[in-house]
């Protein structure tokens, strides 16, 4: 735990620098490049720094906590940190899923390039990010992510190259791999549901361990401690589908109807299908069971593209369809409809 401390502060003395290195320089138009298939945590950090120097009355940044390797987990405030109403949106939990990054990353660049010119029903996003901001945490699991793009040059401990091998032996490839680095999904590792899940690994793999406890992995707990703050709804990120799930099997009657509403309200900008997960008896200790349970507020889960890893010859598609969506949802939680 002290080595990740120590680790996070050093990483965020160093972000903090690139920030003010930053401001002076000669900062691009298009700081988010949507070219390349590999989206990487480094590439991500760098465009995190670039956008806080280029909208420092727009966006702010704050952090989560470290991974288990101890990278940064940074978050991404649009608009009034003080704001009366706050929406968490995670992506990239699962280490295959990186577009999720990169789709994040570009949207809050739209925003932040539109944001004293665009409306919503007549309402200027000036307003709407005065009373409504966002929290954003472009990538959850780095670590995992390192693995799934660089293969064994991801992984920096015996530990990790020990399980990974033992997978590799069995056919499976690290360019699928959903877990962090310690072969945990995360999104089956929180405590609604934990180690209730239909698939189930017993051992550290690729997809489906969901740890040895709930929330025993660095980001699970980190990702948990930053929702006590507080929120009004949540938007999760996955990456094969074109779906979205919503509900849980353990909501109440009218965080049901709320995200219903949420989702609703989305699929009217992308068209993904509607799923509800309400009423249903499937809950595998997700973040979105836990949060819906434990705060009693709507969660949406999107699935981005049709394969994993998505090919960048779908980005511009999906970006399309998703990139007005958050604006939709600052309007309808600043009028209360939700």
């Known amino acids: 735990m002290k080595k990740q401390l120590l680790a996070l502060i050093f990483s965020l003395i160093l972000f903090i620098s690139h920030t003010i290195t930053a401001a002076a320089a000669d900062i691009p138009s298009d700081v988010v490049l949507t070219d390349h298939q590999m989206y990487t945590y480094g590439e991500m950090m760098e465009d995190i720094g670039l956008l806080a120097s280029k909208y420092p009355g727009i966006i702010s940044i704050s952090s989560i906590g470290s991974s288990s390797y101890g990278r940064n987990i940074p ?13 968490l949106i995670q992506s990239t939990i699962h280490a295959r899923e990186y577009m999720c990054s990169q789709m994040t990353m570009e949207i809050i660049e739209y925003i ?3 944001y004293y010119s665009m409306y919503v029903n007549g309402i200027p996003y000036t307003e709407l990010f005065s009373n409504v901001c ?11 992510v390192e693995i799934a793009q660089r293969g064994y040059d991801g992984a920096t401990n015996d530990a990790t190259r020990g399980w990974l091998a033992a997978q590799i032996s069995t056919g499976a490839k690290m360019e699928k791999m959903k877990s962090n680095a310690n072969g945990v999904d995360l999104n089956r590792n929180f405590p609604v549901g934990f180690g209730q899940a239909k698939k189930i690994s017993h051992s550290p793999c690729f997809e489906h361990y969901p740890g040895g406890s709930a929330m025993d992995q660095a980001e699970t707990y980190a990702l948990a401690q930053y929702t006590a703050r507080g929120f009004y709804a949540f938007i999760n990120y996955h990456s094969c589908g074109r779906v979205i799930y919503y509900g849980a099997a353990i909501n109440s009657p009218e965080n049901a109807a709320r995200a219903q509403t949420l989702a609703t309200l989305l699929s009217g900008y992308n068209h ?5 997960e309400s009423g249903t008896v499937s809950i595998y200790g997700s973040f ?3 949060v819906q349970k434990t705060y ?5 889960t999107m699935e981005i593209g049709t394969a994993t890893p998505t090919p960048i010859s779908q980005f511009g ?5 998703n990139k007005d969506s958050w604006g939709g949802v600052a309007f309808a939680a600043y009028m209360g409809q939700f």
């Open 112 to 114: 932040c390039s539109n």
């Open 288 to 290: 979105s069971d836990y």
């Open 296 to 300: 009693d507020r709507p969660s949406a």
């Open 134 to 144: 966002f929290h954003v945490i472009p990538m959850v699991n780095p670590d995992g």
């Open 75 to 87: 978050v991404v405030i649009i608009g009034n940190p003080a704001a009366s109403k706050k929406i």
């Open 272 to 276: 993904y299908k509607l799923i509800s």
């Open 317 to 321: 598609k999906i970006f399309a369809e």
